[in-house]
Every structure is written in structure tokens, then in C-alpha cells.
């Protein structure tokens, strides 16, 4: 899932005395548990809860278990985590024996995932979640996206339908949306648009607290993003979302691996003397690489402090093309990501000098 923080972790060398694959379903997951030797021991399907999961993996003391990323993994690889056991989440974007099996279902990825843990566990791009906090403080940036993204939708429906009649409300901000709109209604379509409209200030009261709350939250939890903020065009909400996804810069051993772990940088699929310029990969997390994009835009926009960014941005727009400020955008985002990871680990402050190195 892309949504979930992913980190590359180290594994024990060598084969396990036992190996287990789980298939976690919503409810029901399946287990398959191999001796060192390779052998089927056991099969068996297991509740999706704590209780009967720590009870059932009790058995099976120092096993290395073998499971894929999704939604339940955080709280699944914590849970046996703690209780002694070697646990390998599995990225299954990179592991095509398992996503494009013609024979696909529970019981044989569970046994896939088994043999592969067993016997490289490099070939899984194994990753590790972010902390239980990390994962609960993240939850209030993406209950915050969320209702900005229905408060969007439900402008564009209010606007869609006054156009279709030949009327129009004029721009202005998402947060007076639902102040000035009511008096550009046509009189046939108010009974039908003015409870979209309540409903849309309800959002926009709802996303101010959020903000409120983001705010406190980067003054006194996460005292880092003031540091990530003093690039101008980074808010409370990127610097905070920074934080929080990445969980520990020093897991990355280069500041330019960032640009890669929240997927701005293009796929690459070279053969021989073919080298096809490919669209960005998007892997991780959705909500900051939108984020670094629109900070990005910022940035390069009329409101943008000139600064080697802006400048960089704009050398890459004045080339031309099919859509040069798009690429422009997504290549400042991308060396915006590598400069507040410097500037978090380095805790030095801020200037265009240190912008010119990092860019």
C-alpha cells in the first residue's frame, strides 16, 4: 500500500530453522509453516485479531514470519514483533511471483511467501512501518486531506451546476466558498445547492480546527518542522507530513535517495542502447508527494521568493515541450524533498547558499 511509511531493513543470514508465510486477509488469514529443509509442516487459517494471532504464533518461538504490506501489517508485524519473532514485511509491489500468479489465492501465497523469506529475503524488498505514534499523529493529516479533497469536489459540483445554466460564481479561496456563492445562485436551483452549500462551510469549520491542531502539533511534538519550514512555501501541514513519513532521516544514507522513497524520480527501463524517458514511479506515500508538487508550485508561482529553486524551476519550464511546467513542478518537488532532509539532519538554518548546494 502506498499510503504506509516503508523503509529498507536489514535480515538474518541464513535459513530458518522454521519459516512461515502469512496471507492476511480481512478477517480469516492463512498460514504456511516450512522446516529448514523446505518441507510443508503445516497449514492452517488463523482470525485476523491480536488475541489469535499472539496465540497461535506462541508455537512457533524464533520462526521468522514472512507477510505482505497492507493494511493490517503495522499493527501485525508490532504484535510479533514483540513476542520474539523475526518478522519480514513484504513489499509485494516488488515481488511479481506472488501479484501475477495465474494460480493466486490464499493458501499458495502464503506458501510463496514462505519459500521466498526462506531462502532470500533481499528478493522481498523487505520494509518496516513506522512507529505505532507516527502512524496515530499521521491519521490527523489524513482525516484533514480528506475532507479537503470532498470540500473540493462538492465546489466543482456547485460551480458545474451554475455553469450549466448559463450563470457562474466568480473565483475565489475554498474557505469563502461558502459565503460568497449563495448570492450568484439562480433562484430555480437554491432549494437544491444551499445544503451543499451548509454542508461545505461545515467542511471548511472542520478543516480550520485540523489546522489549528496541526499547528500545535509541529510547536510542541514535532519541534523539527520548524527548521523544515523556514523554506518559504512550506507550511505546518508539508513539514509536519515530512516528519512523519519519513519517521528517521538517518535511515537514508543520501539526502538524493528521498526523491526516490517518495517517488518523483522516473522509472527506468534501459536495454541495451534504449533509454525511453519513462513518468515519475509515485511509489510511497500519495499525500506528500501531492504536498512537495504544490509547495513546488508555490514556488515557482507569483507568490515564489526568488531562490535556486525558483530558478532551477524555471529553467526546466523555459525549455518548452509538452508539459514543460509540469515537469518543471515535479523536478523542483523532488529537490525540495532532498533540502529539507538536510536540512533535518544537518539542524543547520536555512539560506540560498546551502539551496545552491543541495540543488
Known amino acids: 500500500m502506498e499510503t504506509i511509511a516503508q523503509k529498507r531493513v536489514e535480515v538474518t543470514v541464513g535459513v530458518p530453522e522454521l519459516t512461515i508465510g502469512l496471507d492476511v486477509g480481512d478477517r480469516i488469514s492463512q498460514a504456511c509453516v516450512l522446516n529448514a529443509q523446505g518441507e510443508v509442516v503445516k497449514r492452517e487459517a488463523v482470525r485476523t485479531t491480536a488475541p489469535a494471532l499472539a496465540k ?3 508455537k512457533y518461538p ?3 514470519v514472512v507477510l505482505e ?3 493490517h501489517s503495522p499493527w501485525i508485524s508490532r504484535l510479533l514483533g514483540g513476542v520474539g519473532l523475526e518478522v519480514i514485511v513484504c513489499n509485494s509491489r516488488k515481488v511479481a511471483l506472488i501479484t501475477k500468479n495465474i494460480r493466486k489465492n490464499d493458501r499458495v501465497d502464503a506458501e510463496l511467501l514462505a519459500r521466498l523469506g526462506r531462502v532470500d529475503p533481499a528478493l522481498l ?7 505505532a505514534k507516527a502512524q496515530t499523529d499521521l491519521t490527523l493529516l489524513h482525516s484533514r486531506d480528506a475532507l479537503v479533497r470532498s470540500r473540493a469536489r462538492l465546489i466543482n459540483h456547485v460551480r458545474g451546476v451554475v455553469k450549466s445554466i448559463g450563470g457562474r460564481v466568480p473565483s475565489c479561496s475554498a474557505h469563502c466558498f461558502f459565503r460568497k456563492a449563495p448570492k450568484y445562485l439562480p433562484a430555480e436551483l437554491a432549494d437544491a445547492l444551499s445544503p451543499v452549500l451548509r454542508h461545505i462551510g461545515s467542511l471548511t469549520a472542520s478543516i480550520r480546527k485540523f489546522d489549528y491542531q496541526i499547528e500545535q502539533m509541529c510547536r510542541f ?3 523539527d518542522t520548524a527548521r523544515l519550514r523556514q523554506v518559504r512555501g512550506v507550511g505546518p501541514i508539508t513539514a509536519l507530513a515530512y516528519v512523519l513519513i519519513l519517521d528517521n532521516p538517518h535511515r537514508f544514507k543520501k539526502s538524493r535517495s528521498v526523491g526516490a522513497y517518495v517517488g518523483l524520480v522516473s522509472r527506468q527501463h534501459d536495454s541495451s542502447d534504449s533509454q525511453p524517458q519513462l513518468r ?3 511509489a510511497g506515500s500519495p499525500l506528500l508527494r501531492r504536498l512537495l508538487v504544490g509547495d513546488a508550485q508555490y514556488i515557482m508561482g507569483p507568490f515564489g521568493k526568488d531562490c535556486t529553486l525558483r530558478r532551477y524551476g524555471q529553467a526546466i519550464a523555459m525549455k518548452g515541450g509538452k508539459n514543460a511546467r509540469k515537469r518543471a513542478a515535479v523536478a523542483v518537488a523532488r529537490k525540495l524533498a532532498v533540502l529539507l532532509h538536510r536540512l533535518w539532519i544537518d539542524g543547520t ?11
Not at 538554518?349 to 540543488?359: E, F, G, T
Open 56 to 58: 497461535w504464533f506462541a
Open 62 to 64: 524464533g520462526a521468522r
Open 69 to 71: 504490506v497492507g493494511m
Open 125 to 131: 524488498s523487505p520494509i518496516q512501518h513506522r512507529s
Open 221 to 223: 511534538a514535532y519541534p
Open 280 to 282: 515519475i514511479t509515485r
Open 349 to 359: 538554518d536555512y539560506d540560498d547558499v546551502q539551496s545552491r548546494r543541495v540543488a
